[in-house]
């Protein structure tokens, strides 16, 4: 099974900060790699799919790169309201697995 | 407005069973895959089920595999998981949420509020 891994686990940045999270895959997964938001209490948001394709509705200072097996997920800009985990998750398992990366956590 | 609505946790024994249900409306059902996914309290997130449209194609993580059984039941727009055999690390927080593709990339663009299952005696 392709195993997930993110770094760093937690991060402190001040609003304006440019921070970028990174998602290894312990295999190749092209870029079959979606991100999630998730603030305290709630349920997760779609940030990107295919490794760099923004959701509908999602602020562009959010933006994915990578394919492969190395991924990052880049804020630029960081708001106050950015404060929340983050989650890689790949797509590339056949039969699905949907295997999620063990988070970020991003403290402003 | 897409609306995913989780109930039936709570207090689970050790052994025993409980019945998860999502209700689902603002979009058509049946034509999408449903997933079940859950967090374990302080913890990430972890993948469970998955279900097709028309419900003839289900895959399990390998952690509830045999004791978990998710099903649909597309004229009340409607997603159930029976558990059971149920654990101590089966306690967490339970969401479904909806699955979409778009060209070849999958992903889960809504998600419900989730619902709280306890497992212990």
Redesign the interface.
Known sequence: DIQMTQSPSSLSASVGDRVTITCRASQYISTFLNWYQQKPGEAPTLLIFGASRLQTGVPSRFSGSGSGTDFTLTISGLQPEDSASYYCQENYSTPVLYTFGQGTRIEI | EVLLVESGGGLGQPGGSLRLSCAASGFTFSTYEM?W?RQAPGK????VS?ISGGGNTI?Y??SVKGRFTISRDNAKNALFLQMSSLRAEDTAVY?CARGRC????????Q????TLVTVSS
């Open positions: 997933n996914v990430g997130l972890e993948w998955y895959y993580a390998d969401y778009s060209s070849t990339y999958c992903f889960f663009d998600w419900g509020q989730g």
